[in-house]
């Protein structure tokens, strides 16, 4: 198990942006009891991005309140406290992908902070996201927990096209660099 702490100990910003996110999570890290809280109007979640390597596809799944096309992930349940481990789960919901694994190492690619906007049942907040690659080899199994939340296997440049998000462009530029 890594805590979201150690994650951070070792984590290389790219740029001022991604520091000024990264200061802004080791702060809520060193100061909340529990940073994954959604008590907290800034709180942890882990995302990534689910890859297939021999075809350089990656998933992404639509997110209805959002209306866009994301990587898969969220909230950690309660007493989860490994990213790591949260966002495994999250795939395995979001996808039906049962050999997700960690690509190509366990580490940690991209920190930001993201609005939420509100919702029917809690307010406008934001998301601090450590982001993640996770492997499949079985794609043709990938599968949408529900109706609404379609799933899509896309080539990098369609999904830099389908994506709404400046901060997800750059995640997939650096898995991009990993392929």
Same mark, same amino acid.
């Given at each position: 198990m $890594?805590?979201? %702490? +150690?994650? !951070? %100990?070792?984590?290389?910003? +790219?740029?001022? !942006? &991604? +520091? +000024? @996110?990264? @200061?802004? $999570? *080791?702060a809520l890290v060193d100061a909340a009891a529990d940073p994954w809280s959604r008590e907290h109007p800034v709180h942890l979640t882990a995302s990534a991005l689910v890859v297939h390597p021999p075809t350089r596809q990656v998933l992404l799944r639509w997110h209805q309140r959002m209306a866009a096309w994301l990587q898969i992930g969220g909230h950690g349940d309660p007493g989860e406290t490994d990213p790591l481990q949260v966002v495994l789960r999250e795939g395995q919901e979001e996808t039906g992908l049962g050999d997700l694994r960690p690509w190509p190492n366990r580490d940690l690619l991209h920190v930001v902070v993201v609005p939420v906007p509100a919702g029917r049942t809690e307010p406008a907040h934001e998301h601090a996201d450590l982001?993640? $690659?996770? %492997?499949?080899? *079985?794609? &043709? @199994?990938a599968r949408p927990e529900k109706p609404t939340a379609p799933l899509r296997w896309v080539e990098l440049p369609q999904a830099r096209e389908l994506v709404t998000e400046d901060n997800l462009r750059e995640t997939l530029s650096r898995v991009d660099r990993l392929f």
């Open positions: $890594v805590l979201p %702490a +150690a994650l !951070l %100990a070792g984590y290389r910003p +790219a740029d001022d !942006l &991604e +520091a +000024a @996110d990264v @200061d802004r $999570v *080791r982001r993640f $690659v996770l %492997a499949t080899d *079985r794609p &043709e @199994d």
